[in-house]
Each structure stands twice: as structure tokens, then as C-alpha cells.
């Protein structure tokens, strides 16, 4: 049995229709559905059960020799929640809870971390998981903060700084700047592929900040861009090789702009690109991050070779197999 939480959200939905895709039958999904469509992003799947998350420890505890893997994608990710409380308690606690049940229970344990934590990125993208590296980063908004107080825990006890079980196999997630199919409901929080493509579509201005930095022109503000399916074939990567263990970054290692992104998402929609540059927000421009990358090097070390889908064929396949569709989802 393999557990994914957060399995109606982005990222979870991927992966628990990729481990449908490589064959394993009894996926049990935690998550809340709520009222709108998320559901739809697991309509297609055959699922074992689905366990509400104030179920998740009894059900846990009621088939704990069942269990194989836990995958815990389940977060509260909006980078402008405020309320810090309920971010901590859903992303650092519950995630600590799990490692502690993991090892417990011997059982291997995948959670996703974020890219968030490198703050503004002055300290560089390398995955380093020790316990001094990490004090030196500094999160810059309360979401980023709650992931890397679980990255901290889990160095501390790794390091042997604390006291505390490991699990047997444990990796943590840097996801990068993650888009495809099943993020329709994130709202804001959607990909700019996502938010752009309807407009493209309709005939209508792409629309991007203005450069306020002089090393980088309009349009030129670099991210790592990274297809969710990618995601999904590293977490299947983990899983399938239990000796791998540590904080991984999940990016693509390029660094891509947003003007790049825009033609791409014109060329996919078969319609002559339009951009428009307007000035970003004042409040933006002090704490406006013009590069992400992140350094793929120790998950290549670790064994993982396959190659990553370019901007351009990331987007086409977004565009085209789904978007463009009347059945937008995975």
C-alpha cells in the first residue's frame, strides 16, 4: 500500500496518476475535496480509499503493517497565507508527526520540500542537507520558513544533533517552479503558463514585468520552469531505488525567462506572440527574485539520469494535451 497525501492537489494527483501508470494497484489518497472541481483531478483514477486528514494517524495505525511508502505532498502552499499557525501546524508538524510514524514503523518516507527555502537565493540552490549549510538559509515568507523547519528536523536527527528515529528511506523535495495539467484550482497560486495560455488563446496581450535591474532586460527574469511530470518521474525514481536518501532538488538545472515562457505558450496555441511589459507593483521590486536554478548535481550523483522536458516541449504538451482540451485533466 502506498499513501499519498494531498493526492487531489497538484503535484499529488500527478503522482498518484504516475503510480497508477507504473502498475501499483493499492493507492490510498488523504486529502480534503471540498465544494469546487478539485475531485476532477483524481476522477480518472482506481483508488484503494480515500482517508479524510483528521483520519490520516488512526488509518495509519489500522494498517500500519500494509503501508510500503508514504508520500506526503500534502501542504498549505500559498506563499501569502497568513495565518502562520495553521501553516505551521499543516506543514511542519503534521510532516514531523509522519517522519516520527515512518520510523517507527520502518517505513519509507518521500515529503515535499520546496525551493522556497533558499529565501532570496544570495546562499546559491545546492541541495546540501547538513546542519550548518541549512542554518544559513533564510526563508522569506512564513510557507518557505515551515518547509525548512522540516528540513532542519530531519538534518538534526540525520546529523545525530537530536534525538530521533530515521525512516528507512527519507528524501525531501525542493520543488521548483512546478506546471501542468491539475492546477486549475490553485487560483492565483497557478503557474503564469496556466494563468497566460486562456488569454494567448483568446487573441488577447501577453502581459510581463518590467526589468527594474539593469543586468536583465524586460521579460528576462529567469526561473527554473520545470514540467510536473518530470516531478513525477523523479519521486518514481526514489521509490524504485530505497537506498537513496536526502534532500534533493527538483528542478531542470536551466534557467529559463518569462519571455521565453511567453513564446512558447504562443507557439503551442498556434497564435502570433503579443507581449506587453508593464511595471511590477512597488511593493515587488525590493524583494522581487530575478533568477532561480536549481543545481541538479546530487540527484544526478545519486543515480538519476533521465533528461528533463525542454520549456518548449513542456509547454506544448500542457497546451495541447490538455488545456486545449474540453477534459483539461490528467
Not at 144 to 170: C, F, N, T
Not at 173 to 190: A, I, R, S, T
Not at 217 to 237: A, H, N, P, S, T
Request: charged letters at 20%.
Amino acid at each position: 500500500m502506498i499513501v499519498v497525501t494531498g493526492g487531489t492537489g497538484f503535484i499529488g494527483s500527478n503522482l498518484v496518476a504516475g503510480l497508477e501508470e507504473a502498475g501499483h494497484k493499492r493507492i490510498v489518497l488523504c486529502d480534503t475535496l471540498g465544494s469546487e472541481d478539485k475531485w476532477k483531478n483524481i476522477a480518472k483514477r482506481k483508488l484503494h480509499n480515500i482517508v479524510p486528514p483528521n483520519r490520516l494517524m488512526d488509518y495509519l495505525d489500522e494498517h500500519a503493517n500494509e503501508v510500503e511508502a508514504i508520500f506526503h505532498m500534502g501542504a498549505i502552499s500559498s506563499t501569502t497565507e497568513k495565518d502562520v499557525d495553521l501553516i505551521i501546524e499543516t506543514n511542519f508538524v503534521l510532516t514531523r508527526t509522519l517522519w516520527n510514524w515512518c520510523a517507527r514503523r520502518n517505513v519509507r518516507f518521500i515529503y515535499a520540500s520546496s525551493a522556497s527555502t533558499y529565501g532570496d537565493g544570495g546562499a546559491g540552490f545546492i541541495d546540501h542537507d547538513q546542519p550548518d549549510f541549512l542554518s544559513t538559509l533564510h526563508p522569506l515568507n512564513p510557507y518557505g520558513w515551515s518547509k525548512h523547519l522540516m528540513d532542519r528536523y530531519a538534518s538534526s536527527i540525520v546529523y545525530k544533533q537530536e534525538e530521533g528515529g530515521i525512516p528507512p528511506q527519507w528524501c525531501g523535495l525542493k520543488f521548483f517552479n512546478v506546471y501542468g495539467p491539475n492546477e486549475y484550482h490553485k487560483g492565483d497560486q497557478m503557474s503564469v503558463i496556466c494563468k497566460m495560455y486562456p488569454q494567448v488563446a483568446a487573441g488577447a496581450t501577453a502581459r510581463l514585468f518590467k526589468s527594474h535591474n539593469p543586468d536583465y532586460e524586460d521579460g528576462g527574469q529567469l526561473r527554473d520552469f520545470i514540467y510536473v511530470k518530470d516531478c513525477v518521474k523523479v519521486m518514481l525514481w526514489l521509490f524504485q531505488n530505497p537506498q537513496v536518501n536526502g534532500l534533493f532538488n527538483v528542478g531542470t538545472g536551466q534557467a529559463r525567462s518569462f519571455k521565453d515562457l511567453a513564446i512558447a505558450t504562443f507557439a503551442a496555441a498556434g497564435v502570433k506572440e503579443k507581449i506587453q511589459y508593464f511595471d511590477m507593483p512597488e511593493q515587488l521590486k525590493d524583494r522581487y527574485q530575478y533568477f532561480t536554478q536549481a543545481n541538479m548535481t546530487k540527484l544526478r550523483d545519486a543515480g538519476y539520469n533521465m533528461p528533463f522536458t525542454s520549456l518548449e516541449d513542456g509547454i506544448r504538451d500542457y497546451v495541447v494535451g490538455y488545456m486545449s482540451n474540453p477534459d483539461q485533466y490528467r
